[in-house]
C-alpha cells in the first residue's frame, strides 16, 4: 500500500516489466510456487477481488456479480512472470497482494536476524503467525495455543507444542462482515469471487518455515478438508 514499494509500483506498471529487490523476487518465487501447487487456491494475484471485497474496512456490502465476475477475470497467477528481478504482469489490470504470505516471510526474516545475533530462545508473534526460535530455556518446548472460532475471548481449542518451528493459522473468524445472518470473511476464492463457503472455520499448519506455514493455510483451507489434508 506505499506508493514507491516494489508491490505497488508492479501494480501501478499496467503490465510494463518492473525492476524488483532481490527479496520481493524470493517471496513472489514462493508465492507463485504455491498458486502452482495449490491449483490456484493460494493465489498472489487476488488483490482485484480483496480490494472489492475490503472485508476489513466493510459495513456490508455485497457486490454486484457482474462487478466480482470482471473483478476475477483479472485474478491468475499465471499472469505473473517473474525473470530474476524482473516481474511482468501479463494482464493489465491484475494486481498482486502478498497478505496470504508475507507476514510468515517477514516472521522467518525477523528469526533469522534474532539467531544471527546469537539469540538461541525466543518467540515471535505476528497475529495468527507464531515462530519459536529453539524453545524455553529450561530445555522445554513452547506451548502454543490454537484459538477457538468465534469465541469471545481468547479461549484455546488445544495447544501444541513446537520448538524451532512456526505455527500459523487462517481462519474465517479473523476478518469478516455479517449481512442478514450470514458471514463474509476475507477468505477469498478466485473460483467464485465469494468467500470460501467449504464448511471449515480454519486451518493450522506447523512447519520449518512461517511462509510455508502461511501459504499452506490458506491453499489448505482453499482446497478444503479432504483435499487440504
Not at 503490465?15 to 524470493?26: K, L, R
Not at 491484475?94 to 526474516?109: C, E, P, R, S, T
Not at 497475529?127 to 469465541?151: D, L
Amino acid at each position: 500500500t506505499i506508493d514507491t514499494s516494489d508491490i505497488s509500483r508492479i501494480n501501478a506498471a499496467g503490465g510494463t516489466p518492473v525492476e524488483i529487490d532481490t527479496e520481493t523476487a524470493e517471496l513472489l518465487e514462493m508465492g507463485l510456487y504455491y498458486g502452482e501447487l495449490s491449483n490456484g487456491r493460494f493465489d498472489i494475484t487476488i488483490a482485484p477481488l480483496s480490494e472489492l471485497w475490503d472485508v476489513k474496512n466493510n459495513p456490508g456490502n455485497i457486490p454486484d456479480q457482474e462487478t466480482i465476475d470482471e473483478a476475477r477475470s483479472h485474478v491468475n497467477y499465471e499472469n505473473v512472470i517473474l525473470d530474476q528481478n524482473t516481474v511482468t504482469l501479463t494482464d493489465p489490470k491484475a494486481a498482486i497482494d502478498l497478505g496470504g504470505i508475507a507476514k510468515g516471510f517477514i516472521a522467518d526474516k525477523l528469526k533469522a536476524y534474532l539467531t544471527g545475533k546469537g539469540i538461541d530462545h525466543a518467540l515471535i508473534s505476528l497475529g495468527g503467525n507464531i515462530v519459536a526460535v529453539g524453545g524455553r530455556p529450561n530445555g522445554q518446548p513452547f506451548h502454543i495455543g490454537i484459538q477457538k472460532p468465534f469465541a469471545e475471548t481468547n479461549e484455546a481449542i488445544t495447544t501444541v507444542e513446537i520448538s524451532g518451528q512456526s505455527v500459523v493459522s487462517s481462519g474465517t473468524y479473523e476478518r469478516y462482515f455479517k449481512k442478514d445472518g450470514k458471514i463474509y470473511h476475507h477468505l477469498l476464492d478466485p473460483g467464485t469471487g465469494y468467500p470460501y463457503d467449504n464448511h471449515l472455520l480454519q486451518v493450522t499448519i506447523i512447519s520449518d518455515a512461517s511462509a510455508d506455514g502461511d501459504a499452506l493455510s490458506t491453499a489448505c483451507f482453499g482446497l478444503g478438508l479432504e483435499k487440504g489434508t
